[in-house]
Structures are given as C-alpha cells and as structure tokens.
C-alpha cells in the first residue's frame, strides 16, 4: 500500500512549484497556468483523503474546483485580452496600473 | 398622578410642535396652539391647589432619569403648599401673558419662535417648581436661563439685545456655578438629592465643619451660601444684578413673565425651598438679609433717575426682589412668598402696561418723549394707577399687605433685623417716588414727543387691555389673602397655608409696634406721592434744578453706581486681554493649530514614504500574500 | 518496494519534473504541451485512487478545456517576441525560497496530523459495487444538490463574463 503522507507530500511539492511559478515568472499566461498548478494539487490532496477515509467528499469538492478552475480560467484569460488590446503587454512586471 | 405630570408636559408639547412645525405651517397661528396649552397648565395647576388645600401633599417620581450605584435621580414631583402657590402665580401669570403678546408680537417675523421659547420657558419653570430633587431643581433652573437667553436676545439682529442675552447667561452662569457646587455638596453631605430626605437628615450636617485651603468652614453654612448664589444670580442680587435692566432689550411680555413675575423669583422659591437648611445656619441667613436689604435700597435709588421706562421697573423689580431675600433672611419665609405673588401681578401689570405704552408709542421707551398719554390710552393709565398705589404699599391694595408683613418682620428680626427694617423702609420712600415719578412723566403733562408720534396714538387692542385689567384686579385683591392678624382674626391666611412647609415666623411684638411700621410705611409711600407730585406736576423745573445742584450724585445714580463699568475694568477686559493673548496668540495658535496642521504633515510625510511599499506589480503583492501565509503556517506548526 | 509503490513513484517523479518543466519553460506553448503531460499524470493518479469519473472529468475538462484556452489565448496574443526576453521576474529567488519553505512546511505539518477521523461507508469494495459514477452522481444530487446548482451558476456568470470582456467594443 502507498501511504496517505506520500500523496499529501506531492501534492505540497507540486504546490510549491505552483506558487514559485506563480512569484518567480514574468509571463502572464504561464503565471495563470502555475495558479491552475496548484489547484491541481490540491485535487491531488483532497482525492487521496477521499479515498483513504472511504468518504466521497473530498471527491466531489474536487468537483467544484474543477468547475470554479474552468470558470476562472475562462474569466482570466478574457481579462488578459482586454487588458492585452489596451496596453500591449502581457509581462507581469510591466503592469503597474495599481501603482498608488 | 398624568394630571401631574401634565402641568409642565402641556407647555412642552406646544414648544415641540411650534419649534417643528412653526416655521412652515403654523407661522402666525402659533398661539392657537400655545395659549390652550398654557391655559390648559393653569386649570391643572387649579385642581393641583385645590388637592393641596384638602391636605394631600403630592410626591410622585415618573421616571428614574439617572441611576449610578446609590445616587439615585428621578424625574418625581413634589407638589406642596409652596409649590402649588407657585404653580398658580407661573400658569395664571403665563396664560394673561401668552393672550398679551398675541397683540403685541402681532406681524412679528418670528412669532412662532417667540411662542415657542415662551411654551419652553413655562415648562423650565414649571419643573423648576415642581421638582422633588435638586438635579431636577438644577434642571429647571439652567433651562430657564437658557430661555431667558433665547428671548432676551429674540430680537438678535439687533446688537444690543444679542448682547443683552449673552449678559444674562454669562452673569448668572457665575451664580450658578456656585449653585452647581452646593447640589453636589449636599448630596455628599446627605448622600440623596430628594428634598425629603435631605430636608429630614438636615440636622446631620449641624456643626460639622469641611476644610477649605486650610481654614474650616461650617459645612451647612457652605451648603447655603453656595446655593444662596445660584439664588443671586437668578434673583439679580447685588453683586449680580447687573443683567436684569440689560435684559430688558427683550420684547416686553418676556420682560413681564420672565424678568418680573416669575423667573428672577425662582432664587427666592429656591431659598424658601430650602428654609430648613438655612434656618440652620445664622450666618447664611443674616447673609441672605443683608444681601437683599441692601439690594432693595441700592436698586431702588438706581431706579429715582433712569429715563427709559422699562429700566425703571427692572430696578423697581431688582429692588421688590431685595425686599423678598430680607423677608427670607429675617426668617419670614412666607412673607417672602406672599410678597412673591403679589408682586407678580403688579409687576407683570406694570410690565405689561409700559408694554402697551412702548406698543402705542412704536418703540419709544424713554419716558423724556413720553407725556400726556392719560387722554389717550385710558385704560392703559388706569391700571398703570392701580398697580403703583400697589406696588408703593397704599392701603388697601395687594402690594400693603405682603410689603407691610415684610417690614414687620424684619422689625422683629433682632438689631440686624431693625437695621434692615429701616433700609427698606427707605427703600419704599424711594419706590414710590419713581413709581409716581414714571407716572407723572409717562401719563401727565404734555406730549414731549414728535408729532408724527403723536398723531398715531391709540389705546392698545383688546387682546392687550384684556389682560392688563385681569391683572390689574389681581393687582388689589390678590393681597386679601394675608391680611394681618392685627387687622383681622385668622386673615393671614397664605401664611397658615404655607406653615406647613415654611413654619411660623420667630419674634412677637405689640400691637403698638406693629402699627407703627405699618404707619411708617403708609407715611412714607405717600411721601414718595407727594415729592413725585411736587416736583413732576407742580413744578416742572425742580428736577433739573436738583439735579444740577447734587450733579455728582445724579451722574452716580443715572451710570448705575458704575457697576458696570466696574465689572467692565476687572473682570471683562483682563479676560478679554488674556483670551486674546494665551488662548488665541498662544494656545489656539500655537498649540491647537500645531496639533491640528502636525498630524496631517506627519501622516503626509509618513505617507510618502510608506507608499512606496505599493508597487502595483502583481507579483509584489502575491509575495507579501505568500509570506503572510508562511507566517501563518509557521505559527500553526511551530508554536502550537 | 511493492507494486503500487513503484507505480506511485513514476507518477509522483513525472508529476514533479513535468511541474518543474511547467512553470520553467520559456516558450508558453511549450508549457501547455508539458502541462498537458501532467494533467494525464494526474489523471492516472485518479484513477489509481479509485476514481475513474475525476480521471476522466479531469482529461475532458483540463486538457480537453482549459488547455485548449490557454493555447487559444496565446494563439491569438501572438507572443512572439517575448521568446528573446528575460523569462523569470528580479524577484525570483524569493519566489523559490518561499517555494522551498512551504514545501518544508507542508511536509512538516504531514507529520503532525494525529487526528484521523472515522471511516466512510464509501469503501472501495462499496464503490465498486455501484461504479464511481453513479457514487458520485447520488452524492451530489442529493447532499450537494445546492452547491450543485451554484456551480451551474457560476459557470453561467463565467461564460457571460468572459463574452462581455473579450468582446470588442463596438462604438
């Protein structure tokens, strides 16, 4: 049998991955993709304590996330492009709108 | 126990409803809401008498207003023979009032204001009255004097009366700080403010001493002398009755309600109120006397030289109100209120009279205009008559019967008393010369004024005389009431009414004696007639002759014995100096505007810098955000 | 090492490196295609875990949906110049080290977790008796019906909102 602990340290570890693409990365799409990375993780998570605690719970929250991923996706990447028709940059630290 | 608490609800809710709605819908339909309201107090106040006078004593709280561990305050009533006298004197005396100044503010702008300060005015003074306990008292006492603000300076475009106003609250802000102090005093002292119990535990506080900057003072003497200021204040007594002829900048049914029949009284109701504590102390009491006795005869002879006519009755009330703390300071508490009540129908008369004088005259008050105005204003004239053989003490009219127990009193008020007997003996020779004086000068003679004035006189409308004959009949018979046992077996009657509350006066005298000051005083009130004859109708020239050969006691008489000018050099001017320079040159400006333009350059400059933190890049945040969730989890992992 | 511990070793190894190929690769399009790698990966591991509906939801909606988005997208940007630029921010290194703490971290709080609740009664032998889809299906349209439905509304919002913003305004 494979552990519950391995399954959560993946998922940590592909979190982390998630969130240095998420600080490190100056590509707006791929800053997206590193968000969807860590979403994923913790489907990773939340599907093994499902299935080692025999409760069906965790799968349909991943469910939802898949559903709110999807929707976030679509509404990001709708931003992204009319930001993109403004100011014809998708570098994130070009983009300095917020700038008091 | 609503019909109680009705009295003094009525005229609030007419001062609600006109201060609300005045403006835009009732304007000049204000006393239709006013008058039944007042009106409506006074028949409860009658109810509220006749159930004193079949012996219920009438002490209810309504509602608990302030509740702090044991101090303890409610809103309660307390309606006894003193109070039910006063309740009679305030409403009957409002209600004539109120029907007055339907004519005489006829047209004015801010007619409804006017009735709605005067509603608000016999509410304050009705719970003045009607308190039980000395917060409510204190309550009372402090709107009443913000009432008397309002309507001194109701005519506040004008400089002087706004001015007047602020006077008014100033100086009695001085007397009141004193009595402020005494309420707290007396609750340490007695640990309750409810007149029943302070009153009944009085004797507690009987030799005990309080150290002041190192000297001990007699506690209960302290107690006295504090609340006898908030009495001079109120009261216009000497040292603080400079506001009172300044106040007569206010219309003139506001001079008759507030400034002669019923608000100056509230420092003699006070006084009375708490008989039991100043009979106590001996040194309050002389206190009390002296102040009024000297009040009466200072005031009084202020009074000989004025030439505006409303001022000669502030000082003429200045000085009936000095006769008032004598009779109190002598221990004839219901003299003092008996003279109260008669005094308040002459004086309100005499108020209300000049009133319809000043009304045919369109703003005209000084009497050197005036003249001639018998054959005009007939009514107006009559009961001006009546009220000033009253208020001189003629036999047979109000003013004799309370003047005359006053002075008999203090006759029988030890060597002090004698002295004080003498000062206001002198005092009504002089009252009655003014009061003739103004007669002679206002009604007699030849109109002095210019013609275009003359050709508009008229007596004033019926709204005006009506109330002036009702008052004039209280006028005379109001006095029937305490006639002199000397006279009449069983005739003092306000004084059995009252014993229950203010006890019997001390000292006895013969019958010999008391006729004595009775005739003395007969003497000199138609001493001061026959001087005022002489020199106002008979000879015309005497008064100028006069008062160039005593020029210097004229001048000192006429500037008011330079009080105000004496207060102007030591008090007002050093304040104003030391305003202008530490609080405003250095406190205001240095100080509150540093604190004021300080912080915001500081947050400015603090901001600056601080705003560099916000870069506006995504990343930037998503890191701050990251390491705030480190922080977390760390906490989480390493701490619990 | 048994069996499924070799087995969960290659995915959670593939898992890991197409990750790190993720978030590291310059080209985007090269991201999705690694991504894309990862997402069946992911999928396996589902499916290792007994849930073949998520395996397959994941495939049809990550790699069949929103990959196809983001490709769309960067289609459509025609990023071509940005090849030749710098592909990590100045503040990378803190990315990485907070990346390494939580990591740490995460492994960390594993070894603390102590409280294990009860079992379900959704064994794999109960699974198995019924299919996972018809599982899922009765668990949702009964206990999660509501958030069921928001779901639905929150994707309509999405679709709207992503029309509205995407659109060219017409002037």
């Known amino acids: ?100 | 126990m609503l019909k109680y608490t009705l009295i003094p609800l009525l005229p609030l809710i007419s001062f609600i409803i006109n201060i609300l709605f005045g403006r835009s819908i009732i304007k000049s339909k204000a006393h239709w809401i006013a008058i039944p309201a007042v009106a409506g107090s006074f028949v409860l106040a009658l109810s509220a008498f006749m159930d004193v006078m079949a012996g219920n004593v009438i002490n209810i709280n309504v509602y608990t207003w302030i509740l702090s561990g044991n101090f303890q305050v409610p809103v309660g009533f307390l309606i006894d023979q003193l109070t039910a006298i006063m309740l009679i004197v305030v409403t009957s005396i409002s209600t004539l009032i109120f029907i007055y100044s339907v004519g005489y503010m006829h047209g004015d702008g801010g007619y409804y204001r006017f009735f709605a300060y005067l509603s608000l005015f016999v509410f304050s003074m009705l719970v003045l009255v009607m308190a039980n306990n000395f917060l409510l008292l204190y309550f009372g006492w402090e709107a009443v004097g913000l009432c008397s603000y309002f309507l001194i300076g109701f005519w506040f475009h004008k400089k002087s009366a706004a001015d007047a106003g602020k006077k008014a609250f100033i100086v009695n802000r001085f007397g009141d700080f004193g009595f402020g102090l005494g309420v707290i005093l007396v609750f340490l002292t007695f640990g309750s403010l409810e007149y029943t119990q302070v009153f009944s535990n009085a004797n507690i506080a009987l030799g005990q001493t309080i150290n002041i900057l190192g000297t001990d003072v007699d506690l209960i003497t302290l107690i006295c002398l504090l609340l006898f200021c908030g009495a001079v204040g109120k009261s216009a007594q000497m040292p603080l009755h400079v506001w009172l002829p300044d106040a007569m900048e206010g219309p003139t049914p506001v001079s008759a309600l507030i400034h002669a029949a019923t608000m100056v009284t509230a420092g003699v109701f006070l006084v009375a109120r708490c008989n039991p504590l100043f009979s106590l102390s001996h040194t309050a009491m002389n206190t009390v006397a002296i102040v009024g006795g000297v009040t009466a005869i200072f005031a009084a002879s202020i009074g000989l030289v004025q030439n505006d006519i409303k001022r000669v009755i502030a000082y003429s009330t200045v000085s009936q109100l000095g006769y008032m703390f004598l009779a109190l300071g002598v221990g004839a508490y219901s003299a003092a209120i008996f003279h109260l009540y008669t005094h308040a129908y002459f004086k309100a008369l005499l108020f209300l009279g000049s009133g319809s004088v000043i009304h045919a005259l369109h703003d005209e008050q000084n009497m050197q205009n005036m003249g001639g105005l018998k054959k005009y204003m007939p009514v107006t004239y009559a009961v001006f008559i009546i009220a000033t053989l009253s208020i001189t003490g003629i036999p047979g009219l109000a003013g004799f019967f309370s003047k005359d127990e006053i002075l008999w009193r203090a006759y029988l008020g030890g060597e002090l008393g004698r002295g004080m007997w003498l000062l206001g003996t002198v005092a009504a020779l002089m009252t009655a010369f003014y009061s003739w004086r103004l007669i002679y000068l206002t009604f007699h003679g030849k109109f002095r004024g210019t013609h275009e004035k003359e050709h508009h006189l008229h007596e004033s409308p019926k709204v005006i005389t009506v109330p002036l004959m009702f008052l004039a009949v209280g006028a005379v018979l109001a006095g029937y009431v305490g006639i002199p046992p000397l006279l009449r077996e069983h005739g003092d009657r306000i004084g059995e009414f009252l014993a229950p509350v203010l006890g019997h006066p001390q000292g006895e005298g013969s019958h010999s004696e008391e006729l004595m000051v009775m005739g003395a005083s007969i003497f000199v009130a138609l001493a001061g007639w026959g001087v005022a004859y002489m020199m106002y109708v008979k000879n015309a020239e005497l008064p100028k002759k006069i008062g160039s050969m005593f020029r210097p006691i004229h001048n000192l008489l006429y500037n008011k014995y330079y009080v105000d000018e004496l207060y102007s050099k030591t008090f007002v001017q050093p304040i104003l100096k030391m305003s202008d320079k530490v609080i405003l040159g250095f406190f205001d400006a240095k100080i509150i505007e540093g604190i004021v333009n300080g912080v915001p350059n500081l947050i400015g400059a603090f901001s600056r810098q601080f705003r560099k933190v916000q870069t506006g890049l995504l990343s930037n945040y998503g890191l701050a955000m990251a390491l705030g969730a480190l922080a977390i989890i760390g906490y989480v992992i390493f701490m619990r | 090492m048994t069996l499924p511990q070799a087995f969960f070793a290659y995915i959670g190894g593939m898992i890991v490196v197409l990750s790190l190929l993720v978030v590291t690769r310059k080209n985007p399009v090269h991201s999705v295609m690694w991504m894309l790698l990862l997402f069946v990966h992911i999928a396996a591991l589902y499916l290792f875990l007994n849930a073949e509906f998520l395996a397959a939801i994941q495939i049809i909606v990550y790699a069949g949906a929103i990959l196809v988005l983001f490709l769309f997208v960067i289609m459509l940007l025609n990023l071509r110049k940005e090849e030749t630029e710098k592909r990590f921010q100045r503040q990378w290194p803190f990315g990485a080290g907070i990346g390494v703490v939580l990591a740490v971290f995460f492994v960390l709080i594993v070894g603390k977790i102590d409280v294990i609740p009860p079992l379900g009664q959704y064994s794999i032998d109960a699974i198995r008796s019924e299919g996972h889809i018809m599982t899922v299906g009765k668990v949702l349209y009964t206990e999660f019906l509501l958030p069921f439905e928001i779901a639905s509304l929150i994707l309509l919002v999405a679709i709207i909102g992503a029309v509205v913003l995407a659109k060219k305004r017409v002037e």
């Open chain 1, 1 to 100: 049998m494979v552990p519950l602990s391995w399954y959560i340290v993946l998922s940590a570890i592909v979190f982390s991955i998630g969130v240095f693409g998420f600080l490190a990365r100056r590509n707006l799409i791929i800053v997206f993709m590193s968000v969807e990375l860590m979403l994923n993780s913790v489907n990773i998570s939340l599907v093994a304590f499902s299935h080692y605690l025999q409760s069906m719970r965790g799968q349909i929250l991943v469910f939802f996330i898949i559903t709110v991923a999807a929707a976030e996706a679509a509404i990001g990447l709708a931003i992204l492009i009319a930001f993109y028709r403004n100011n014809p940059t998708i570098k994130v630290d070009e983009i300095n709108l917020l700038k008091g």
